[in-house]
């Protein structure tokens, strides 16, 4: 398995930005695809974005495509979730997370075996 640190949530207005970072150790980072997904109060997890592991292919969930950037420097062990024109819907805490296999892109929670503690993220209107 891997740590993972993420840092950046806050409160925010809706229509601003935030930027999430998530700073990982303990594994070849480099070899795997990293992933973010949500939970709200009361709701399930859910997925929200995920990055290969060379950074040339992202797959976003459709409720944030178009305002949310997943991205990530493998020299800094860091992937990031750039947000752009948050709605109060995304208040959530959101955490980043590694798959149990390498090389290969998913998608869903089980594929992944790694979780970062989260970061609450609250959009208010």
């Known amino acids: 398995q891997v740590q993972l640190v993420e840092s950046g949530g806050g409160l925010v207005q809706a229509g601003g930005s935030l930027r999430l970072s998530c700073a990982a150790s303990?594994?070849?980072?480099?070899?795997?695809?990293m992933g973010w997904f949500r939970q709200a109060p009361g709701k399930e997890r859910e997925f929200v974005a995920v990055?290969?592991?060379?950074?040339?292919?992202?797959y976003y969930a459709d409720s944030v495509k178009g305002r949310f950037t997943i991205s990530r420097d493998n020299t800094k062990n860091t992937v990031y979730l750039q947000m752009n024109s948050l709605k109060p819907e995304d208040t959530a805490v959101y955490f980043c997370?590694?798959?149990?296999?390498?090389?290969?892109?998913?998608?869903?929670?089980?594929?992944?075996?790694?979780w970062g503690q989260g970061t609450q993220v609250t959009v208010s209107s």
């Open positions: 303990g594994r070849t980072f480099s070899i795997y695809a």
């Open positions: 990055i290969n592991w060379s950074g040339s292919s992202t």
């Open positions: 997370a590694a798959p149990k296999t390498p090389l290969i892109i998913v998608h869903t929670a089980k594929d992944f075996d790694s």
